[in-house]
């Protein structure tokens, strides 16, 4: 049972450009949370989704960001215009069902270097 | 991540000895707590939880301790091994919550 997987697992973008980060749940899971952790820092939370559905975006900055779970297909985060202060690890998370009551399991990241 | 913190940033272990890494938080809503190992370039991996309807619960090798009157929680690892070097984070929700916040994480070094 594979677990939760992120990719790429490095990505450079120059300022201005898109960076599209993508996160395949663990099977079974329908719940997925995205998470920033900057050097020497925790994680923060940015967004959580279920399929289809934002259910929570209170951690994510109002513009240039925005995410998403489709039906099919691995959930993206999507930055756009990136600025340097964007470069950090981004986590993704599952779970079977909103971590009221179950532990969520993390994918390996995505390290963002903007340069 | 502003209500959970940890005490120390770094710590230092001889190989063999016990570790205890601590936490302290400030939301008292808070009911679950969770200890996460991370490694170097890798995702945080979960090591321990806890509820706060309990003030102890043990694992392999790792005992995690909660008390809820001076709001801190503690990890303790025993027999360390050059293994568990990770940063160690904790992190905690409320009730009905779903989002983890997390604290800034303690670097534990084994010595070998």
């Known amino acids: 049972n594979a677990g939760v997987m992120q990719n790429p697992r490095h990505l450079v973008r120059r300022r201005g450009q898109e960076a599209r980060l993508r996160c395949s749940p663990m099977?079974?899971?329908?719940?997925v949370y995205w998470y920033r952790q900057l050097p020497e820092e925790g994680l923060k939370f940015m967004v959580y989704?279920?399929?289809?559905?934002?259910?929570?975006e209170s951690g994510m900055p109002k513009e240039r960001f925005s995410a998403e779970f489709p039906k099919e297909g691995p959930s993206i985060l999507r930055i756009q215009q990136v600025v340097r202060g964007d470069s950090a690890a981004y986590f993704c998370?599952?779970?079977?069902?909103?971590?009221?009551?179950?532990?969520?399991?993390f994918g390996q990241g995505t390290r963002l270097t903007v340069v | 991540g502003e209500n959970v913190g940890l005490h120390l940033p770094t710590l230092s272990v001889q190989e063999g000895d016990n570790s205890i890494i601590n936490c302290a938080y400030s939301?008292?809503?808070?009911?679950?707590f969770i200890w996460y190992k991370q490694e170097s370039g890798k995702g945080p991996q979960f090591i321990i939880d806890?509820?706060?309807?309990?003030d102890k619960r043990q694992g392999q090798r790792v005992t995690v301790l909660l008390n809820k009157t001076v709001k801190h929680l503690s990890l303790q690892i025993a027999a360390t091994q050059p293994g568990d070097s990770a940063v160690y984070f904790c992190?905690?929700?409320?009730?009905?919550?779903?989002?983890?916040?997390f604290g800034a994480g303690t670097t534990v070094t084994v010595r070998a």
């Open positions: 099977k079974g899971h329908s719940h």
């Open positions: 992190a905690e929700k409320g009730p009905y919550d779903y989002k983890l916040s």
């Open positions: 989704l279920q399929k289809e559905n934002i259910i929570d």
């Open positions: 998370a599952s779970s079977r069902a909103g971590t009221v009551n179950t532990e969520a399991f």
């Open positions: 806890i509820r706060s309807n309990m």
């Open positions: 939301n008292s809503a808070s009911d679950y």
